[in-house]
């Protein structure tokens, strides 16, 4: 690397690690003569700094390149591989077992821009944008999320959230969430998913901040994800690339702690 590095670039070790995850050029045709080191510094560098992806620093390949090998990966389900063996490392690391027995469901809704693509207006929040559901294990790792837009109840894209977990984690007995995500809503994670959600609510009578237990987990991973300004607002026309980019933060963070 001949230019002068930037804050968001991969350390040796954290490239060693990621390099390792990504899949190689396809035989045949013209060789890869792209340095995908570079690449994925230019996509960490359009989070954290969230310009636009033709607003790349010229010292990194062609925006054009950067941009494809996002979209291949995200297509292919490369984001998803890597973010998987990512956790399952991280959690092996803390001594936990790979896959998480219990987890933190939540929603964040943030702002839309003139992109287009679905939104709505969340009347709770009094924002007009979308909705971010994720669930967490106890560690504040990303286990699975769905973006919708913000008129969806939040009991409604818990289901969807849920749902698709299912899917991807097969040890999973106990879901806490707040007072929102109760009622109906935990009947039907036992008959759909075989699950207890059990509601924690806050104490009656007390005004101000008060730290609930679990709750704070997913609140903090909020706050890590708050720290890539792409992420600021939701900049983008399809909700899978918004999913996408929330993938692709959770794998820079899980870098920096391996």
Same mark, same amino acid.
Request: proline share 4%; charged share 25%; with cysteine.
């Given at each position: 690397?001949?230019?002068?590095?930037?804050?968001?670039?991969?350390?040796?070790?954290?490239?060693?690690?990621?390099?390792?995850?990504?899949?190689?050029?396809?035989?045949?045709?013209?060789?890869?003569?792209?340095?995908?080191?570079?690449?994925?510094?230019?996509?960490?560098?359009?989070?954290?700094?969230?310009?636009?992806?033709?607003?790349?620093?010229?010292?990194?390949?062609?925006w054009?390149t950067?941009?494809?090998?996002?979209?291949?990966?995200?297509?292919?389900?490369?984001?998803?591989?890597?973010?998987?063996?990512?956790?399952?490392?991280?959690?092996?690391?803390?001594?936990?077992?790979?896959?998480?027995?219990?987890?933190?469901?939540?929603?964040?809704?943030?702002?839309?821009?003139?992109?287009?693509?679905?939104?709505?207006?969340?009347?709770?929040?009094?924002?007009?944008?979308?909705?971010?559901?994720?669930l967490?294990?106890?560690?504040?790792?990303?286990?699975?999320?769905?973006?919708?837009?913000?008129a969806?109840?939040?009991?409604?894209?818990?289901?969807? *959230?849920?749902? %698709?977990?299912?899917?991807l984690?097969? #040890?999973?007995?106990? !879901?806490?969430?707040?007072? =929102?995500?109760? @009622?109906?809503?935990?009947?039907?994670?036992?008959?759909?998913?075989?699950?207890?959600?059990?509601?924690?609510?806050?104490? *009656?009578?007390? %005004?101000?901040?008060?730290?609930?237990? #679990?709750?704070?987990? !997913?609140?903090?991973?909020? =706050?890590?994800? @708050?720290?890539?300004?792409?992420?600021?607002?939701?900049?983008?026309?399809?909700?899978?690339?918004?999913?996408?980019?929330?993938?692709?933060?959770?794998?820079?963070?899980?870098?920096? #702690?391996?």
């Open positions: 690397m001949s230019r002068k590095p930037y804050a968001t670039d991969f350390t040796d070790h954290q490239w060693e690690l990621l390099e390792a995850l990504i899949p190689p050029a396809k035989p045949g045709g013209r060789p890869r003569q792209v340095d995908i080191r570079e690449v994925c510094n230019g996509m960490a560098y359009l989070l954290r700094a969230g310009c636009a992806w033709r607003l790349l620093p010229h010292d990194f390949p062609p054009q950067v941009y494809y090998y996002f979209r291949r990966w995200h297509k292919d389900t490369t984001w998803n591989t890597i973010h998987s063996v990512l956790h399952g490392g991280l959690r092996a690391a803390e001594g936990r077992a790979e896959e998480p027995s219990a987890a933190i469901l939540d929603s964040q809704s943030v702002k839309t821009t003139n992109q287009g693509g679905a939104h709505g207006y969340d009347a709770g929040k009094k924002v007009n944008g979308r909705k971010r559901h994720i967490v294990d106890t560690m504040g790792l990303l286990l699975c999320v769905v973006v919708t837009s913000a969806i109840q939040d009991r409604d894209g818990a289901k969807l *959230v849920l749902g %698709k977990a299912k899917q984690w097969s #040890r999973l007995l106990l !879901v806490w969430a707040d007072g =929102a995500y109760g @009622g109906e809503l935990i009947a039907w994670v036992q008959r759909c998913c075989g699950w207890v959600l059990q509601t924690i609510l806050r104490p *009656v009578g007390i %005004k101000g901040f008060v730290l609930l237990p #679990r709750r704070w987990v !997913v609140e903090r991973t909020f =706050a890590w994800l @708050g720290r890539f300004r792409r992420l600021s607002k939701d900049y983008e026309y399809l909700t899978s690339t918004s999913e996408a980019m929330i993938t692709v933060a959770m794998i820079h963070v899980m870098l920096r #702690r391996l």
